[in-house]
């Protein structure tokens, strides 16, 4: 199965401090069909997960453009530029290149 | 609007079979790439993917809980069931279904997810 590693664990920031999540796969998530199926998601306290980026770097519709994503092959990135309050709770990168489908341990993005 | 909700026992005794629902709205499954899936997240944890099932029926299964899931849907497309055999202490989680397009499994649209406790 590919391991989806997340660093750090933990992030704590000030409103309108930019931070970025690491996310480093143990395969690399290029497809045979050229798309890289890395996925970011967000999870608010008591809540569901939900989309903000797909296809690495491709901003789901609604999601505010102070969330990006970069990256290729083994390692990627999600950036905030700019916190702010709501945007604390645990993120998570999904990867649906190779089955079975998996999720990175999250980072908890707390207020300093 | 895309909607999903899962249903469940709540609460179940060890050695026993599991049995949830997803019910939908919004799209249909018979959607030519449309997937949903089956994840689980107990308490403080990070998300498993469980199994899912494609808008042509194909089913796909976690390898390390395999043999203990079955996925299925009903003929008009509005439901999805999971059934996990012989569980235990370790099975108690919160039970999210969510929909992606195939390939790709981006999850775009979850449920509310419903929480099952395995306990005797």
């Known amino acids: 199965d590919v391991v989806l590693t997340q660093t750090p664990p933990t992030l704590s920031a000030t409103i309108g401090q930019s931070v970025s999540i690491s996310c480093r796969s143990s395969?690399?998530?290029?497809?045979?069909?050229?798309?890289?199926?890395l996925h970011w998601l967000l999870q608010r306290p008591g809540q569901s997960p939900q989309l903000l980026i797909y296809?690495?770097?491709r901003l789901e519709s609604g999601v505010p453009n102070r969330f990006s994503g970069s990256g290729s092959g083994t390692d990627f990135t999600l950036k905030i530029s700019g916190v702010e309050a709501e945007d604390l709770g645990v993120y998570y990168c999904?990867?649906?290149?190779?089955?079975?489908?998996?999720f990175g341990g999250g980072t908890k993005l707390e207020l300093k | 609007q895309v909607t999903l909700k899962e249903s469940g026992p709540g609460m179940l005794q060890p050695s026993k079979t599991l049995s949830l629902t997803c019910s939908f709205s919004?799209?249909?499954?018979?959607?030519?790439?449309?997937?949903v899936s089956w994840i689980r997240q107990p308490s403080g944890k990070s998300l498993e993917w469980l199994a899912a099932?494609?808008?042509?029926?194909?089913?796909y299964y976690n390898p390390s809980l395999k043999s203990r899931l079955t996925v299925s849907k009903d003929t008009s497309n509005t439901q999805v069931f999971l059934k996990i055999t012989s569980v235990d202490i370790a099975d108690t989680a919160t039970y999210y279904c969510?929909?992606?397009?195939?390939?790709?499994?981006?999850?775009?649209?979850w449920g509310q997810g419903t929480l099952v406790t395995v306990s005797s």
């Open positions: 969510a929909r992606s397009w195939y390939p790709g499994l981006e999850f775009a649209y």
């Open positions: 919004g799209f249909s499954l018979s959607t030519s790439g449309m997937v």
């Open positions: 099932i494609d808008w042509d029926g194909d089913k």
């Open positions: 395969q690399s998530l290029l497809h045979s069909n050229g798309n890289t199926y």
């Open positions: 296809l690495v770097s």
């Open positions: 999904v990867q649906g290149t190779h089955a079975p489908w998996t």
